[in-house]
């Protein structure tokens, strides 16, 4: 039996794949073997499948994401090293980032999701970052670049990998106070 989180993992593939477009009964029914009906007894037609595959991207891609670096505890480092490491072991991110946000530019649902996603994801980012210690005007710059530097990461020709983008925060993690304040 397909649940309905099946249907929204497979949608977030083929979203990452092949785009909005590629988003259709057929296309994803198919990836998952089975009839059209199926998607019926979870969905409202395509828009109420639309709007839970974006609450689904939500909930996996940011709160998700925060969720999981929360529950790990440790001081600031720890949870921004943890954070980093998880985004770049996500398979499906460098092609789901861009598909998204070229989805966003069209349409006004998707944008407004994509608008909510970056503020939660760049002020967690933010608060952990203060939590080093250094001055406060920074840690909004740096939530910045460290969310910057992964959005442009997937849009250049080819996508920046998950390697070298390792070594990009390595980097960025130099410039951390060596003195976090203790959580």
Not at 47 to 58: I, R, V
Not at 88 to 96: A, Y
Not at 143 to 165: F, I, M, R
Request: net charge negative.
């Amino acid at each position: 039996m397909v649940s309905k989180r099946d249907w929204l993992d497979v949608g977030l593939v083929v979203l990452a794949e092949d785009g909005a477009p590629a988003l259709t009964i057929e296309r994803l029914s198919g990836r998952l073997g089975v009839t059209k009906g199926s998607f019926y007894h979870h969905f409202k037609g395509m828009s109420g499948f639309k709007s839970d595959l974006l609450a689904h991207f939500e909930a996996v891609c940011a709160t998700g994401y925060i969720d999981q670096v929360e529950r790990g505890g440790g001081g600031a480092r720890e949870k921004v090293e943890r954070l980093i490491g998880m985004v770049l072991d996500d398979d499906i991110r460098p092609t789901l980032e861009p598909a998204i946000r070229a989805w966003a530019m069209q349409d006004a649902e998707v944008r407004a999701v994509q608008e909510r996603v970056d503020q939660v994801r760049i002020s967690y980012v933010r608060t952990v970052w203060a939590e080093f210690g250094g001055p406060a005007t920074e840690a909004a710059a740096m939530a910045n670049l460290l969310y910057l530097v992964l959005v442009g990461a997937g849009h250049v020709l080819p996508p920046v990998g998950s390697d070298d983008l390792r070594e990009v925060y390595a980097l960025t993690m130099r410039l951390a106070p060596d003195h976090p304040r203790e959580t």
